[in-house]
């Protein structure tokens, strides 16, 4: 039952962040995103600010977020750790989708089956999203914690030069596709496996 209730909070907590901000944005004309620079998040709200931007970049600015949400993605992710996650622990080569990439495949194909313009955004790259609209959407801090030391990890838009945080993208050397920038930031216990960083 733990795994269910904290999935659905994150995704509620998704929910009300990705509506509240269209809803500003729809409800203002664009002038409270045109006035806003930046949005932090965690976990669930993570994610919905993720949507929100996603939505602003691709076109979607009336796409209804609950479309986007609904999607149980849920039962993929226990499935896949019931099953391949469990005899990836017999082989040595990771060579099989775990938990934590079918989570991503479940937002991505709540994007797909939504009425957007552009059904393959949520795949498109995170950085390359921002090298091509950063000035007509707000940039994202999504917060993460690095879990053998409980330091905080930002994977941003911005370069984080901060004493106290690491730069997600400085620690990858690379780009990753929107869903899995916001997978960063919405790591639960049980349901997703923490991320590794292999430099």
Avoid at 87 to 92: A, F, V
Avoid at 106 to 111: F, I, N, V
Avoid at 183 to 196: D, E, Q
Wanted: aromatic share 10%.
């Amino acid at each position: 039952l733990f795994p269910y209730t904290t999935l659905f909070r994150s995704i509620r907590a998704a929910y009300w962040t990705a509506a509240v901000l269209a809803q500003l944005h729809q409800g203002t004309h664009g002038a409270f995103t045109q006035h806003t620079f930046a949005i932090s998040g965690v976990s669930g709200g993570s994610l919905g600010a993720v949507v929100f931007d996603t939505m602003l970049a691709s076109g979607a600015v009336n796409l209804p977020v609950r479309k986007v949400l609904e999607y149980d993605a849920l039962a993929p992710t226990l499935a896949s750790a019931l099953g391949p996650d469990l005899l990836q622990r017999l082989i040595l080569l990771p060579v099989l989708r775990d938990r934590g990439r079918a989570l991503e495949l479940g937002w991505e194909q709540g994007w797909r089956r939504s009425p957007t313009p552009d059904p393959e955004a949520m795949t498109k790259g995170f950085l390359d999203m921002f090298a091509k609209h950063g000035f007509e959407i707000p940039s994202l801090f999504l917060n993460g914690t690095v879990v053998e030391t409980g330091e905080r990890i930002v994977t941003s838009n911005c370069h984080i030069d901060w004493s106290d945080a690491f730069d997600g993208f400085d620690e990858l050397g690379g780009d990753l596709k929107i869903s899995t920038a916001a997978s960063m930031s919405t790591r639960f216990p049980y349901i997703s496996p923490a991320g590794t960083i292999i430099k």
